[in-house]
T-cell receptor
Framework: SAVISQKPSRDICQRGTSLTIQCQVD?????MFWYRQQPGQSLTLIAT?????????ESGFVIDKFPISRPNLTFSTLTVSNMSPEDSSIYLC???????????FGPGTRLTVT | QKEVEQDPGPLSVPEGAIVSLNCTYS??????FMWYRQYSRKGPELLMY????GNKEDGRFTAQVDKSSKYISLFIRDSQPSDSATYLC????????????FGQGTELSVKP
């Protein structure tokens, strides 16, 4: 498995601003993923972030709104840009280990946009 | 139709009961099946992982996969109040970059 930390754990932001969420893993991993979990809902994949290549975004998510960086094998950031109240959600990063299909999740970042 | 269907509950059982949680899916390419447990205000925690059809047991937890029926189950024996959480099924066809598809999650409450 892997130990994953996220910063911040929660934040309250004004509409129109941006927030960058950090994800740190305790070991080198190839695959990192960013998910959104809206209140009472399941997990929706935003994008897959592989080191050395541009992130791959799922339908309905665009780079201008959710830019992602993956500078090395243990770290990634997700920025939520030009926020609106609809962006209020829990944002989760996860990692996939080499040769494995399961993913391990961080504790999440609880974002409230006012 | 969603690729993965899961009854959202909530499900409330007395302590010691046997709990059955289920998911159905439509994509026959799915081969890898997972159950995650998510406590309130926490990230999902991998509970069980199975490949293809069959059963897997880990302590009080048993995961079953029936690919012919496109149906997976998680059984919890001797349920405890500490099992109260949301349980999410997830599955993937595998391969590099294989995307996990999650069910909606079932909220379970075990009453002492």
């Amino acid at each position: 498995s892997a130990v994953i930390s996220q910063k911040p754990s929660r934040d309250i932001c004004q509409r129109g601003t941006s927030l960058t969420i950090q994800c740190q893993v305790d070991s080198q991993v190839t695959m990192m993923f960013w998910y959104r979990q809206q209140p009472g809902q399941s997990l929706t994949l935003i994008a897959t972030a592989n080191q050395g290549s541009e992130a791959t975004y799922e339908s309905g998510f665009v780079i201008d709104k959710f830019p992602i960086s993956r500078p090395n094998l243990t770290f990634s950031t997700l920025t939520v840009s030009n926020m609106s109240p609809e962006d209020s959600s829990i944002y989760l990063c996860s990692v996939g280990l080499a040769g494995a299909q399961e993913q391990y999740f961080g504790p999440g970042t609880r974002l409230t946009v006012t | 139709q969603k690729e993965v269907e899961q009854d959202p509950g909530p499900l409330s059982v007395p302590e010691g009961a046997i709990v059955s949680l289920n998911c159905t899916y439509s994509n026959s390419a799915f081969q890898y099946f997972m159950w995650y447990r998510q406590y309130s205000r926490k990230g999902p925690e991998l509970l069980m992982y199975t490949y293809s059809s069959g059963n897997k047991e880990d302590g009080r937890f048993t995961a079953q996969v029936d690919k012919s029926s496109k149906y997976i189950s998680l059984f919890i024996r001797d349920s405890q109040p500490s099992d109260s959480a949301t349980y999410l099924c997830a599955m993937t066809s595998g391969g590099q970059g294989g995307k996990l598809i999650f069910g909606q999650g079932t909220e379970l409450s075990v009453k002492p």
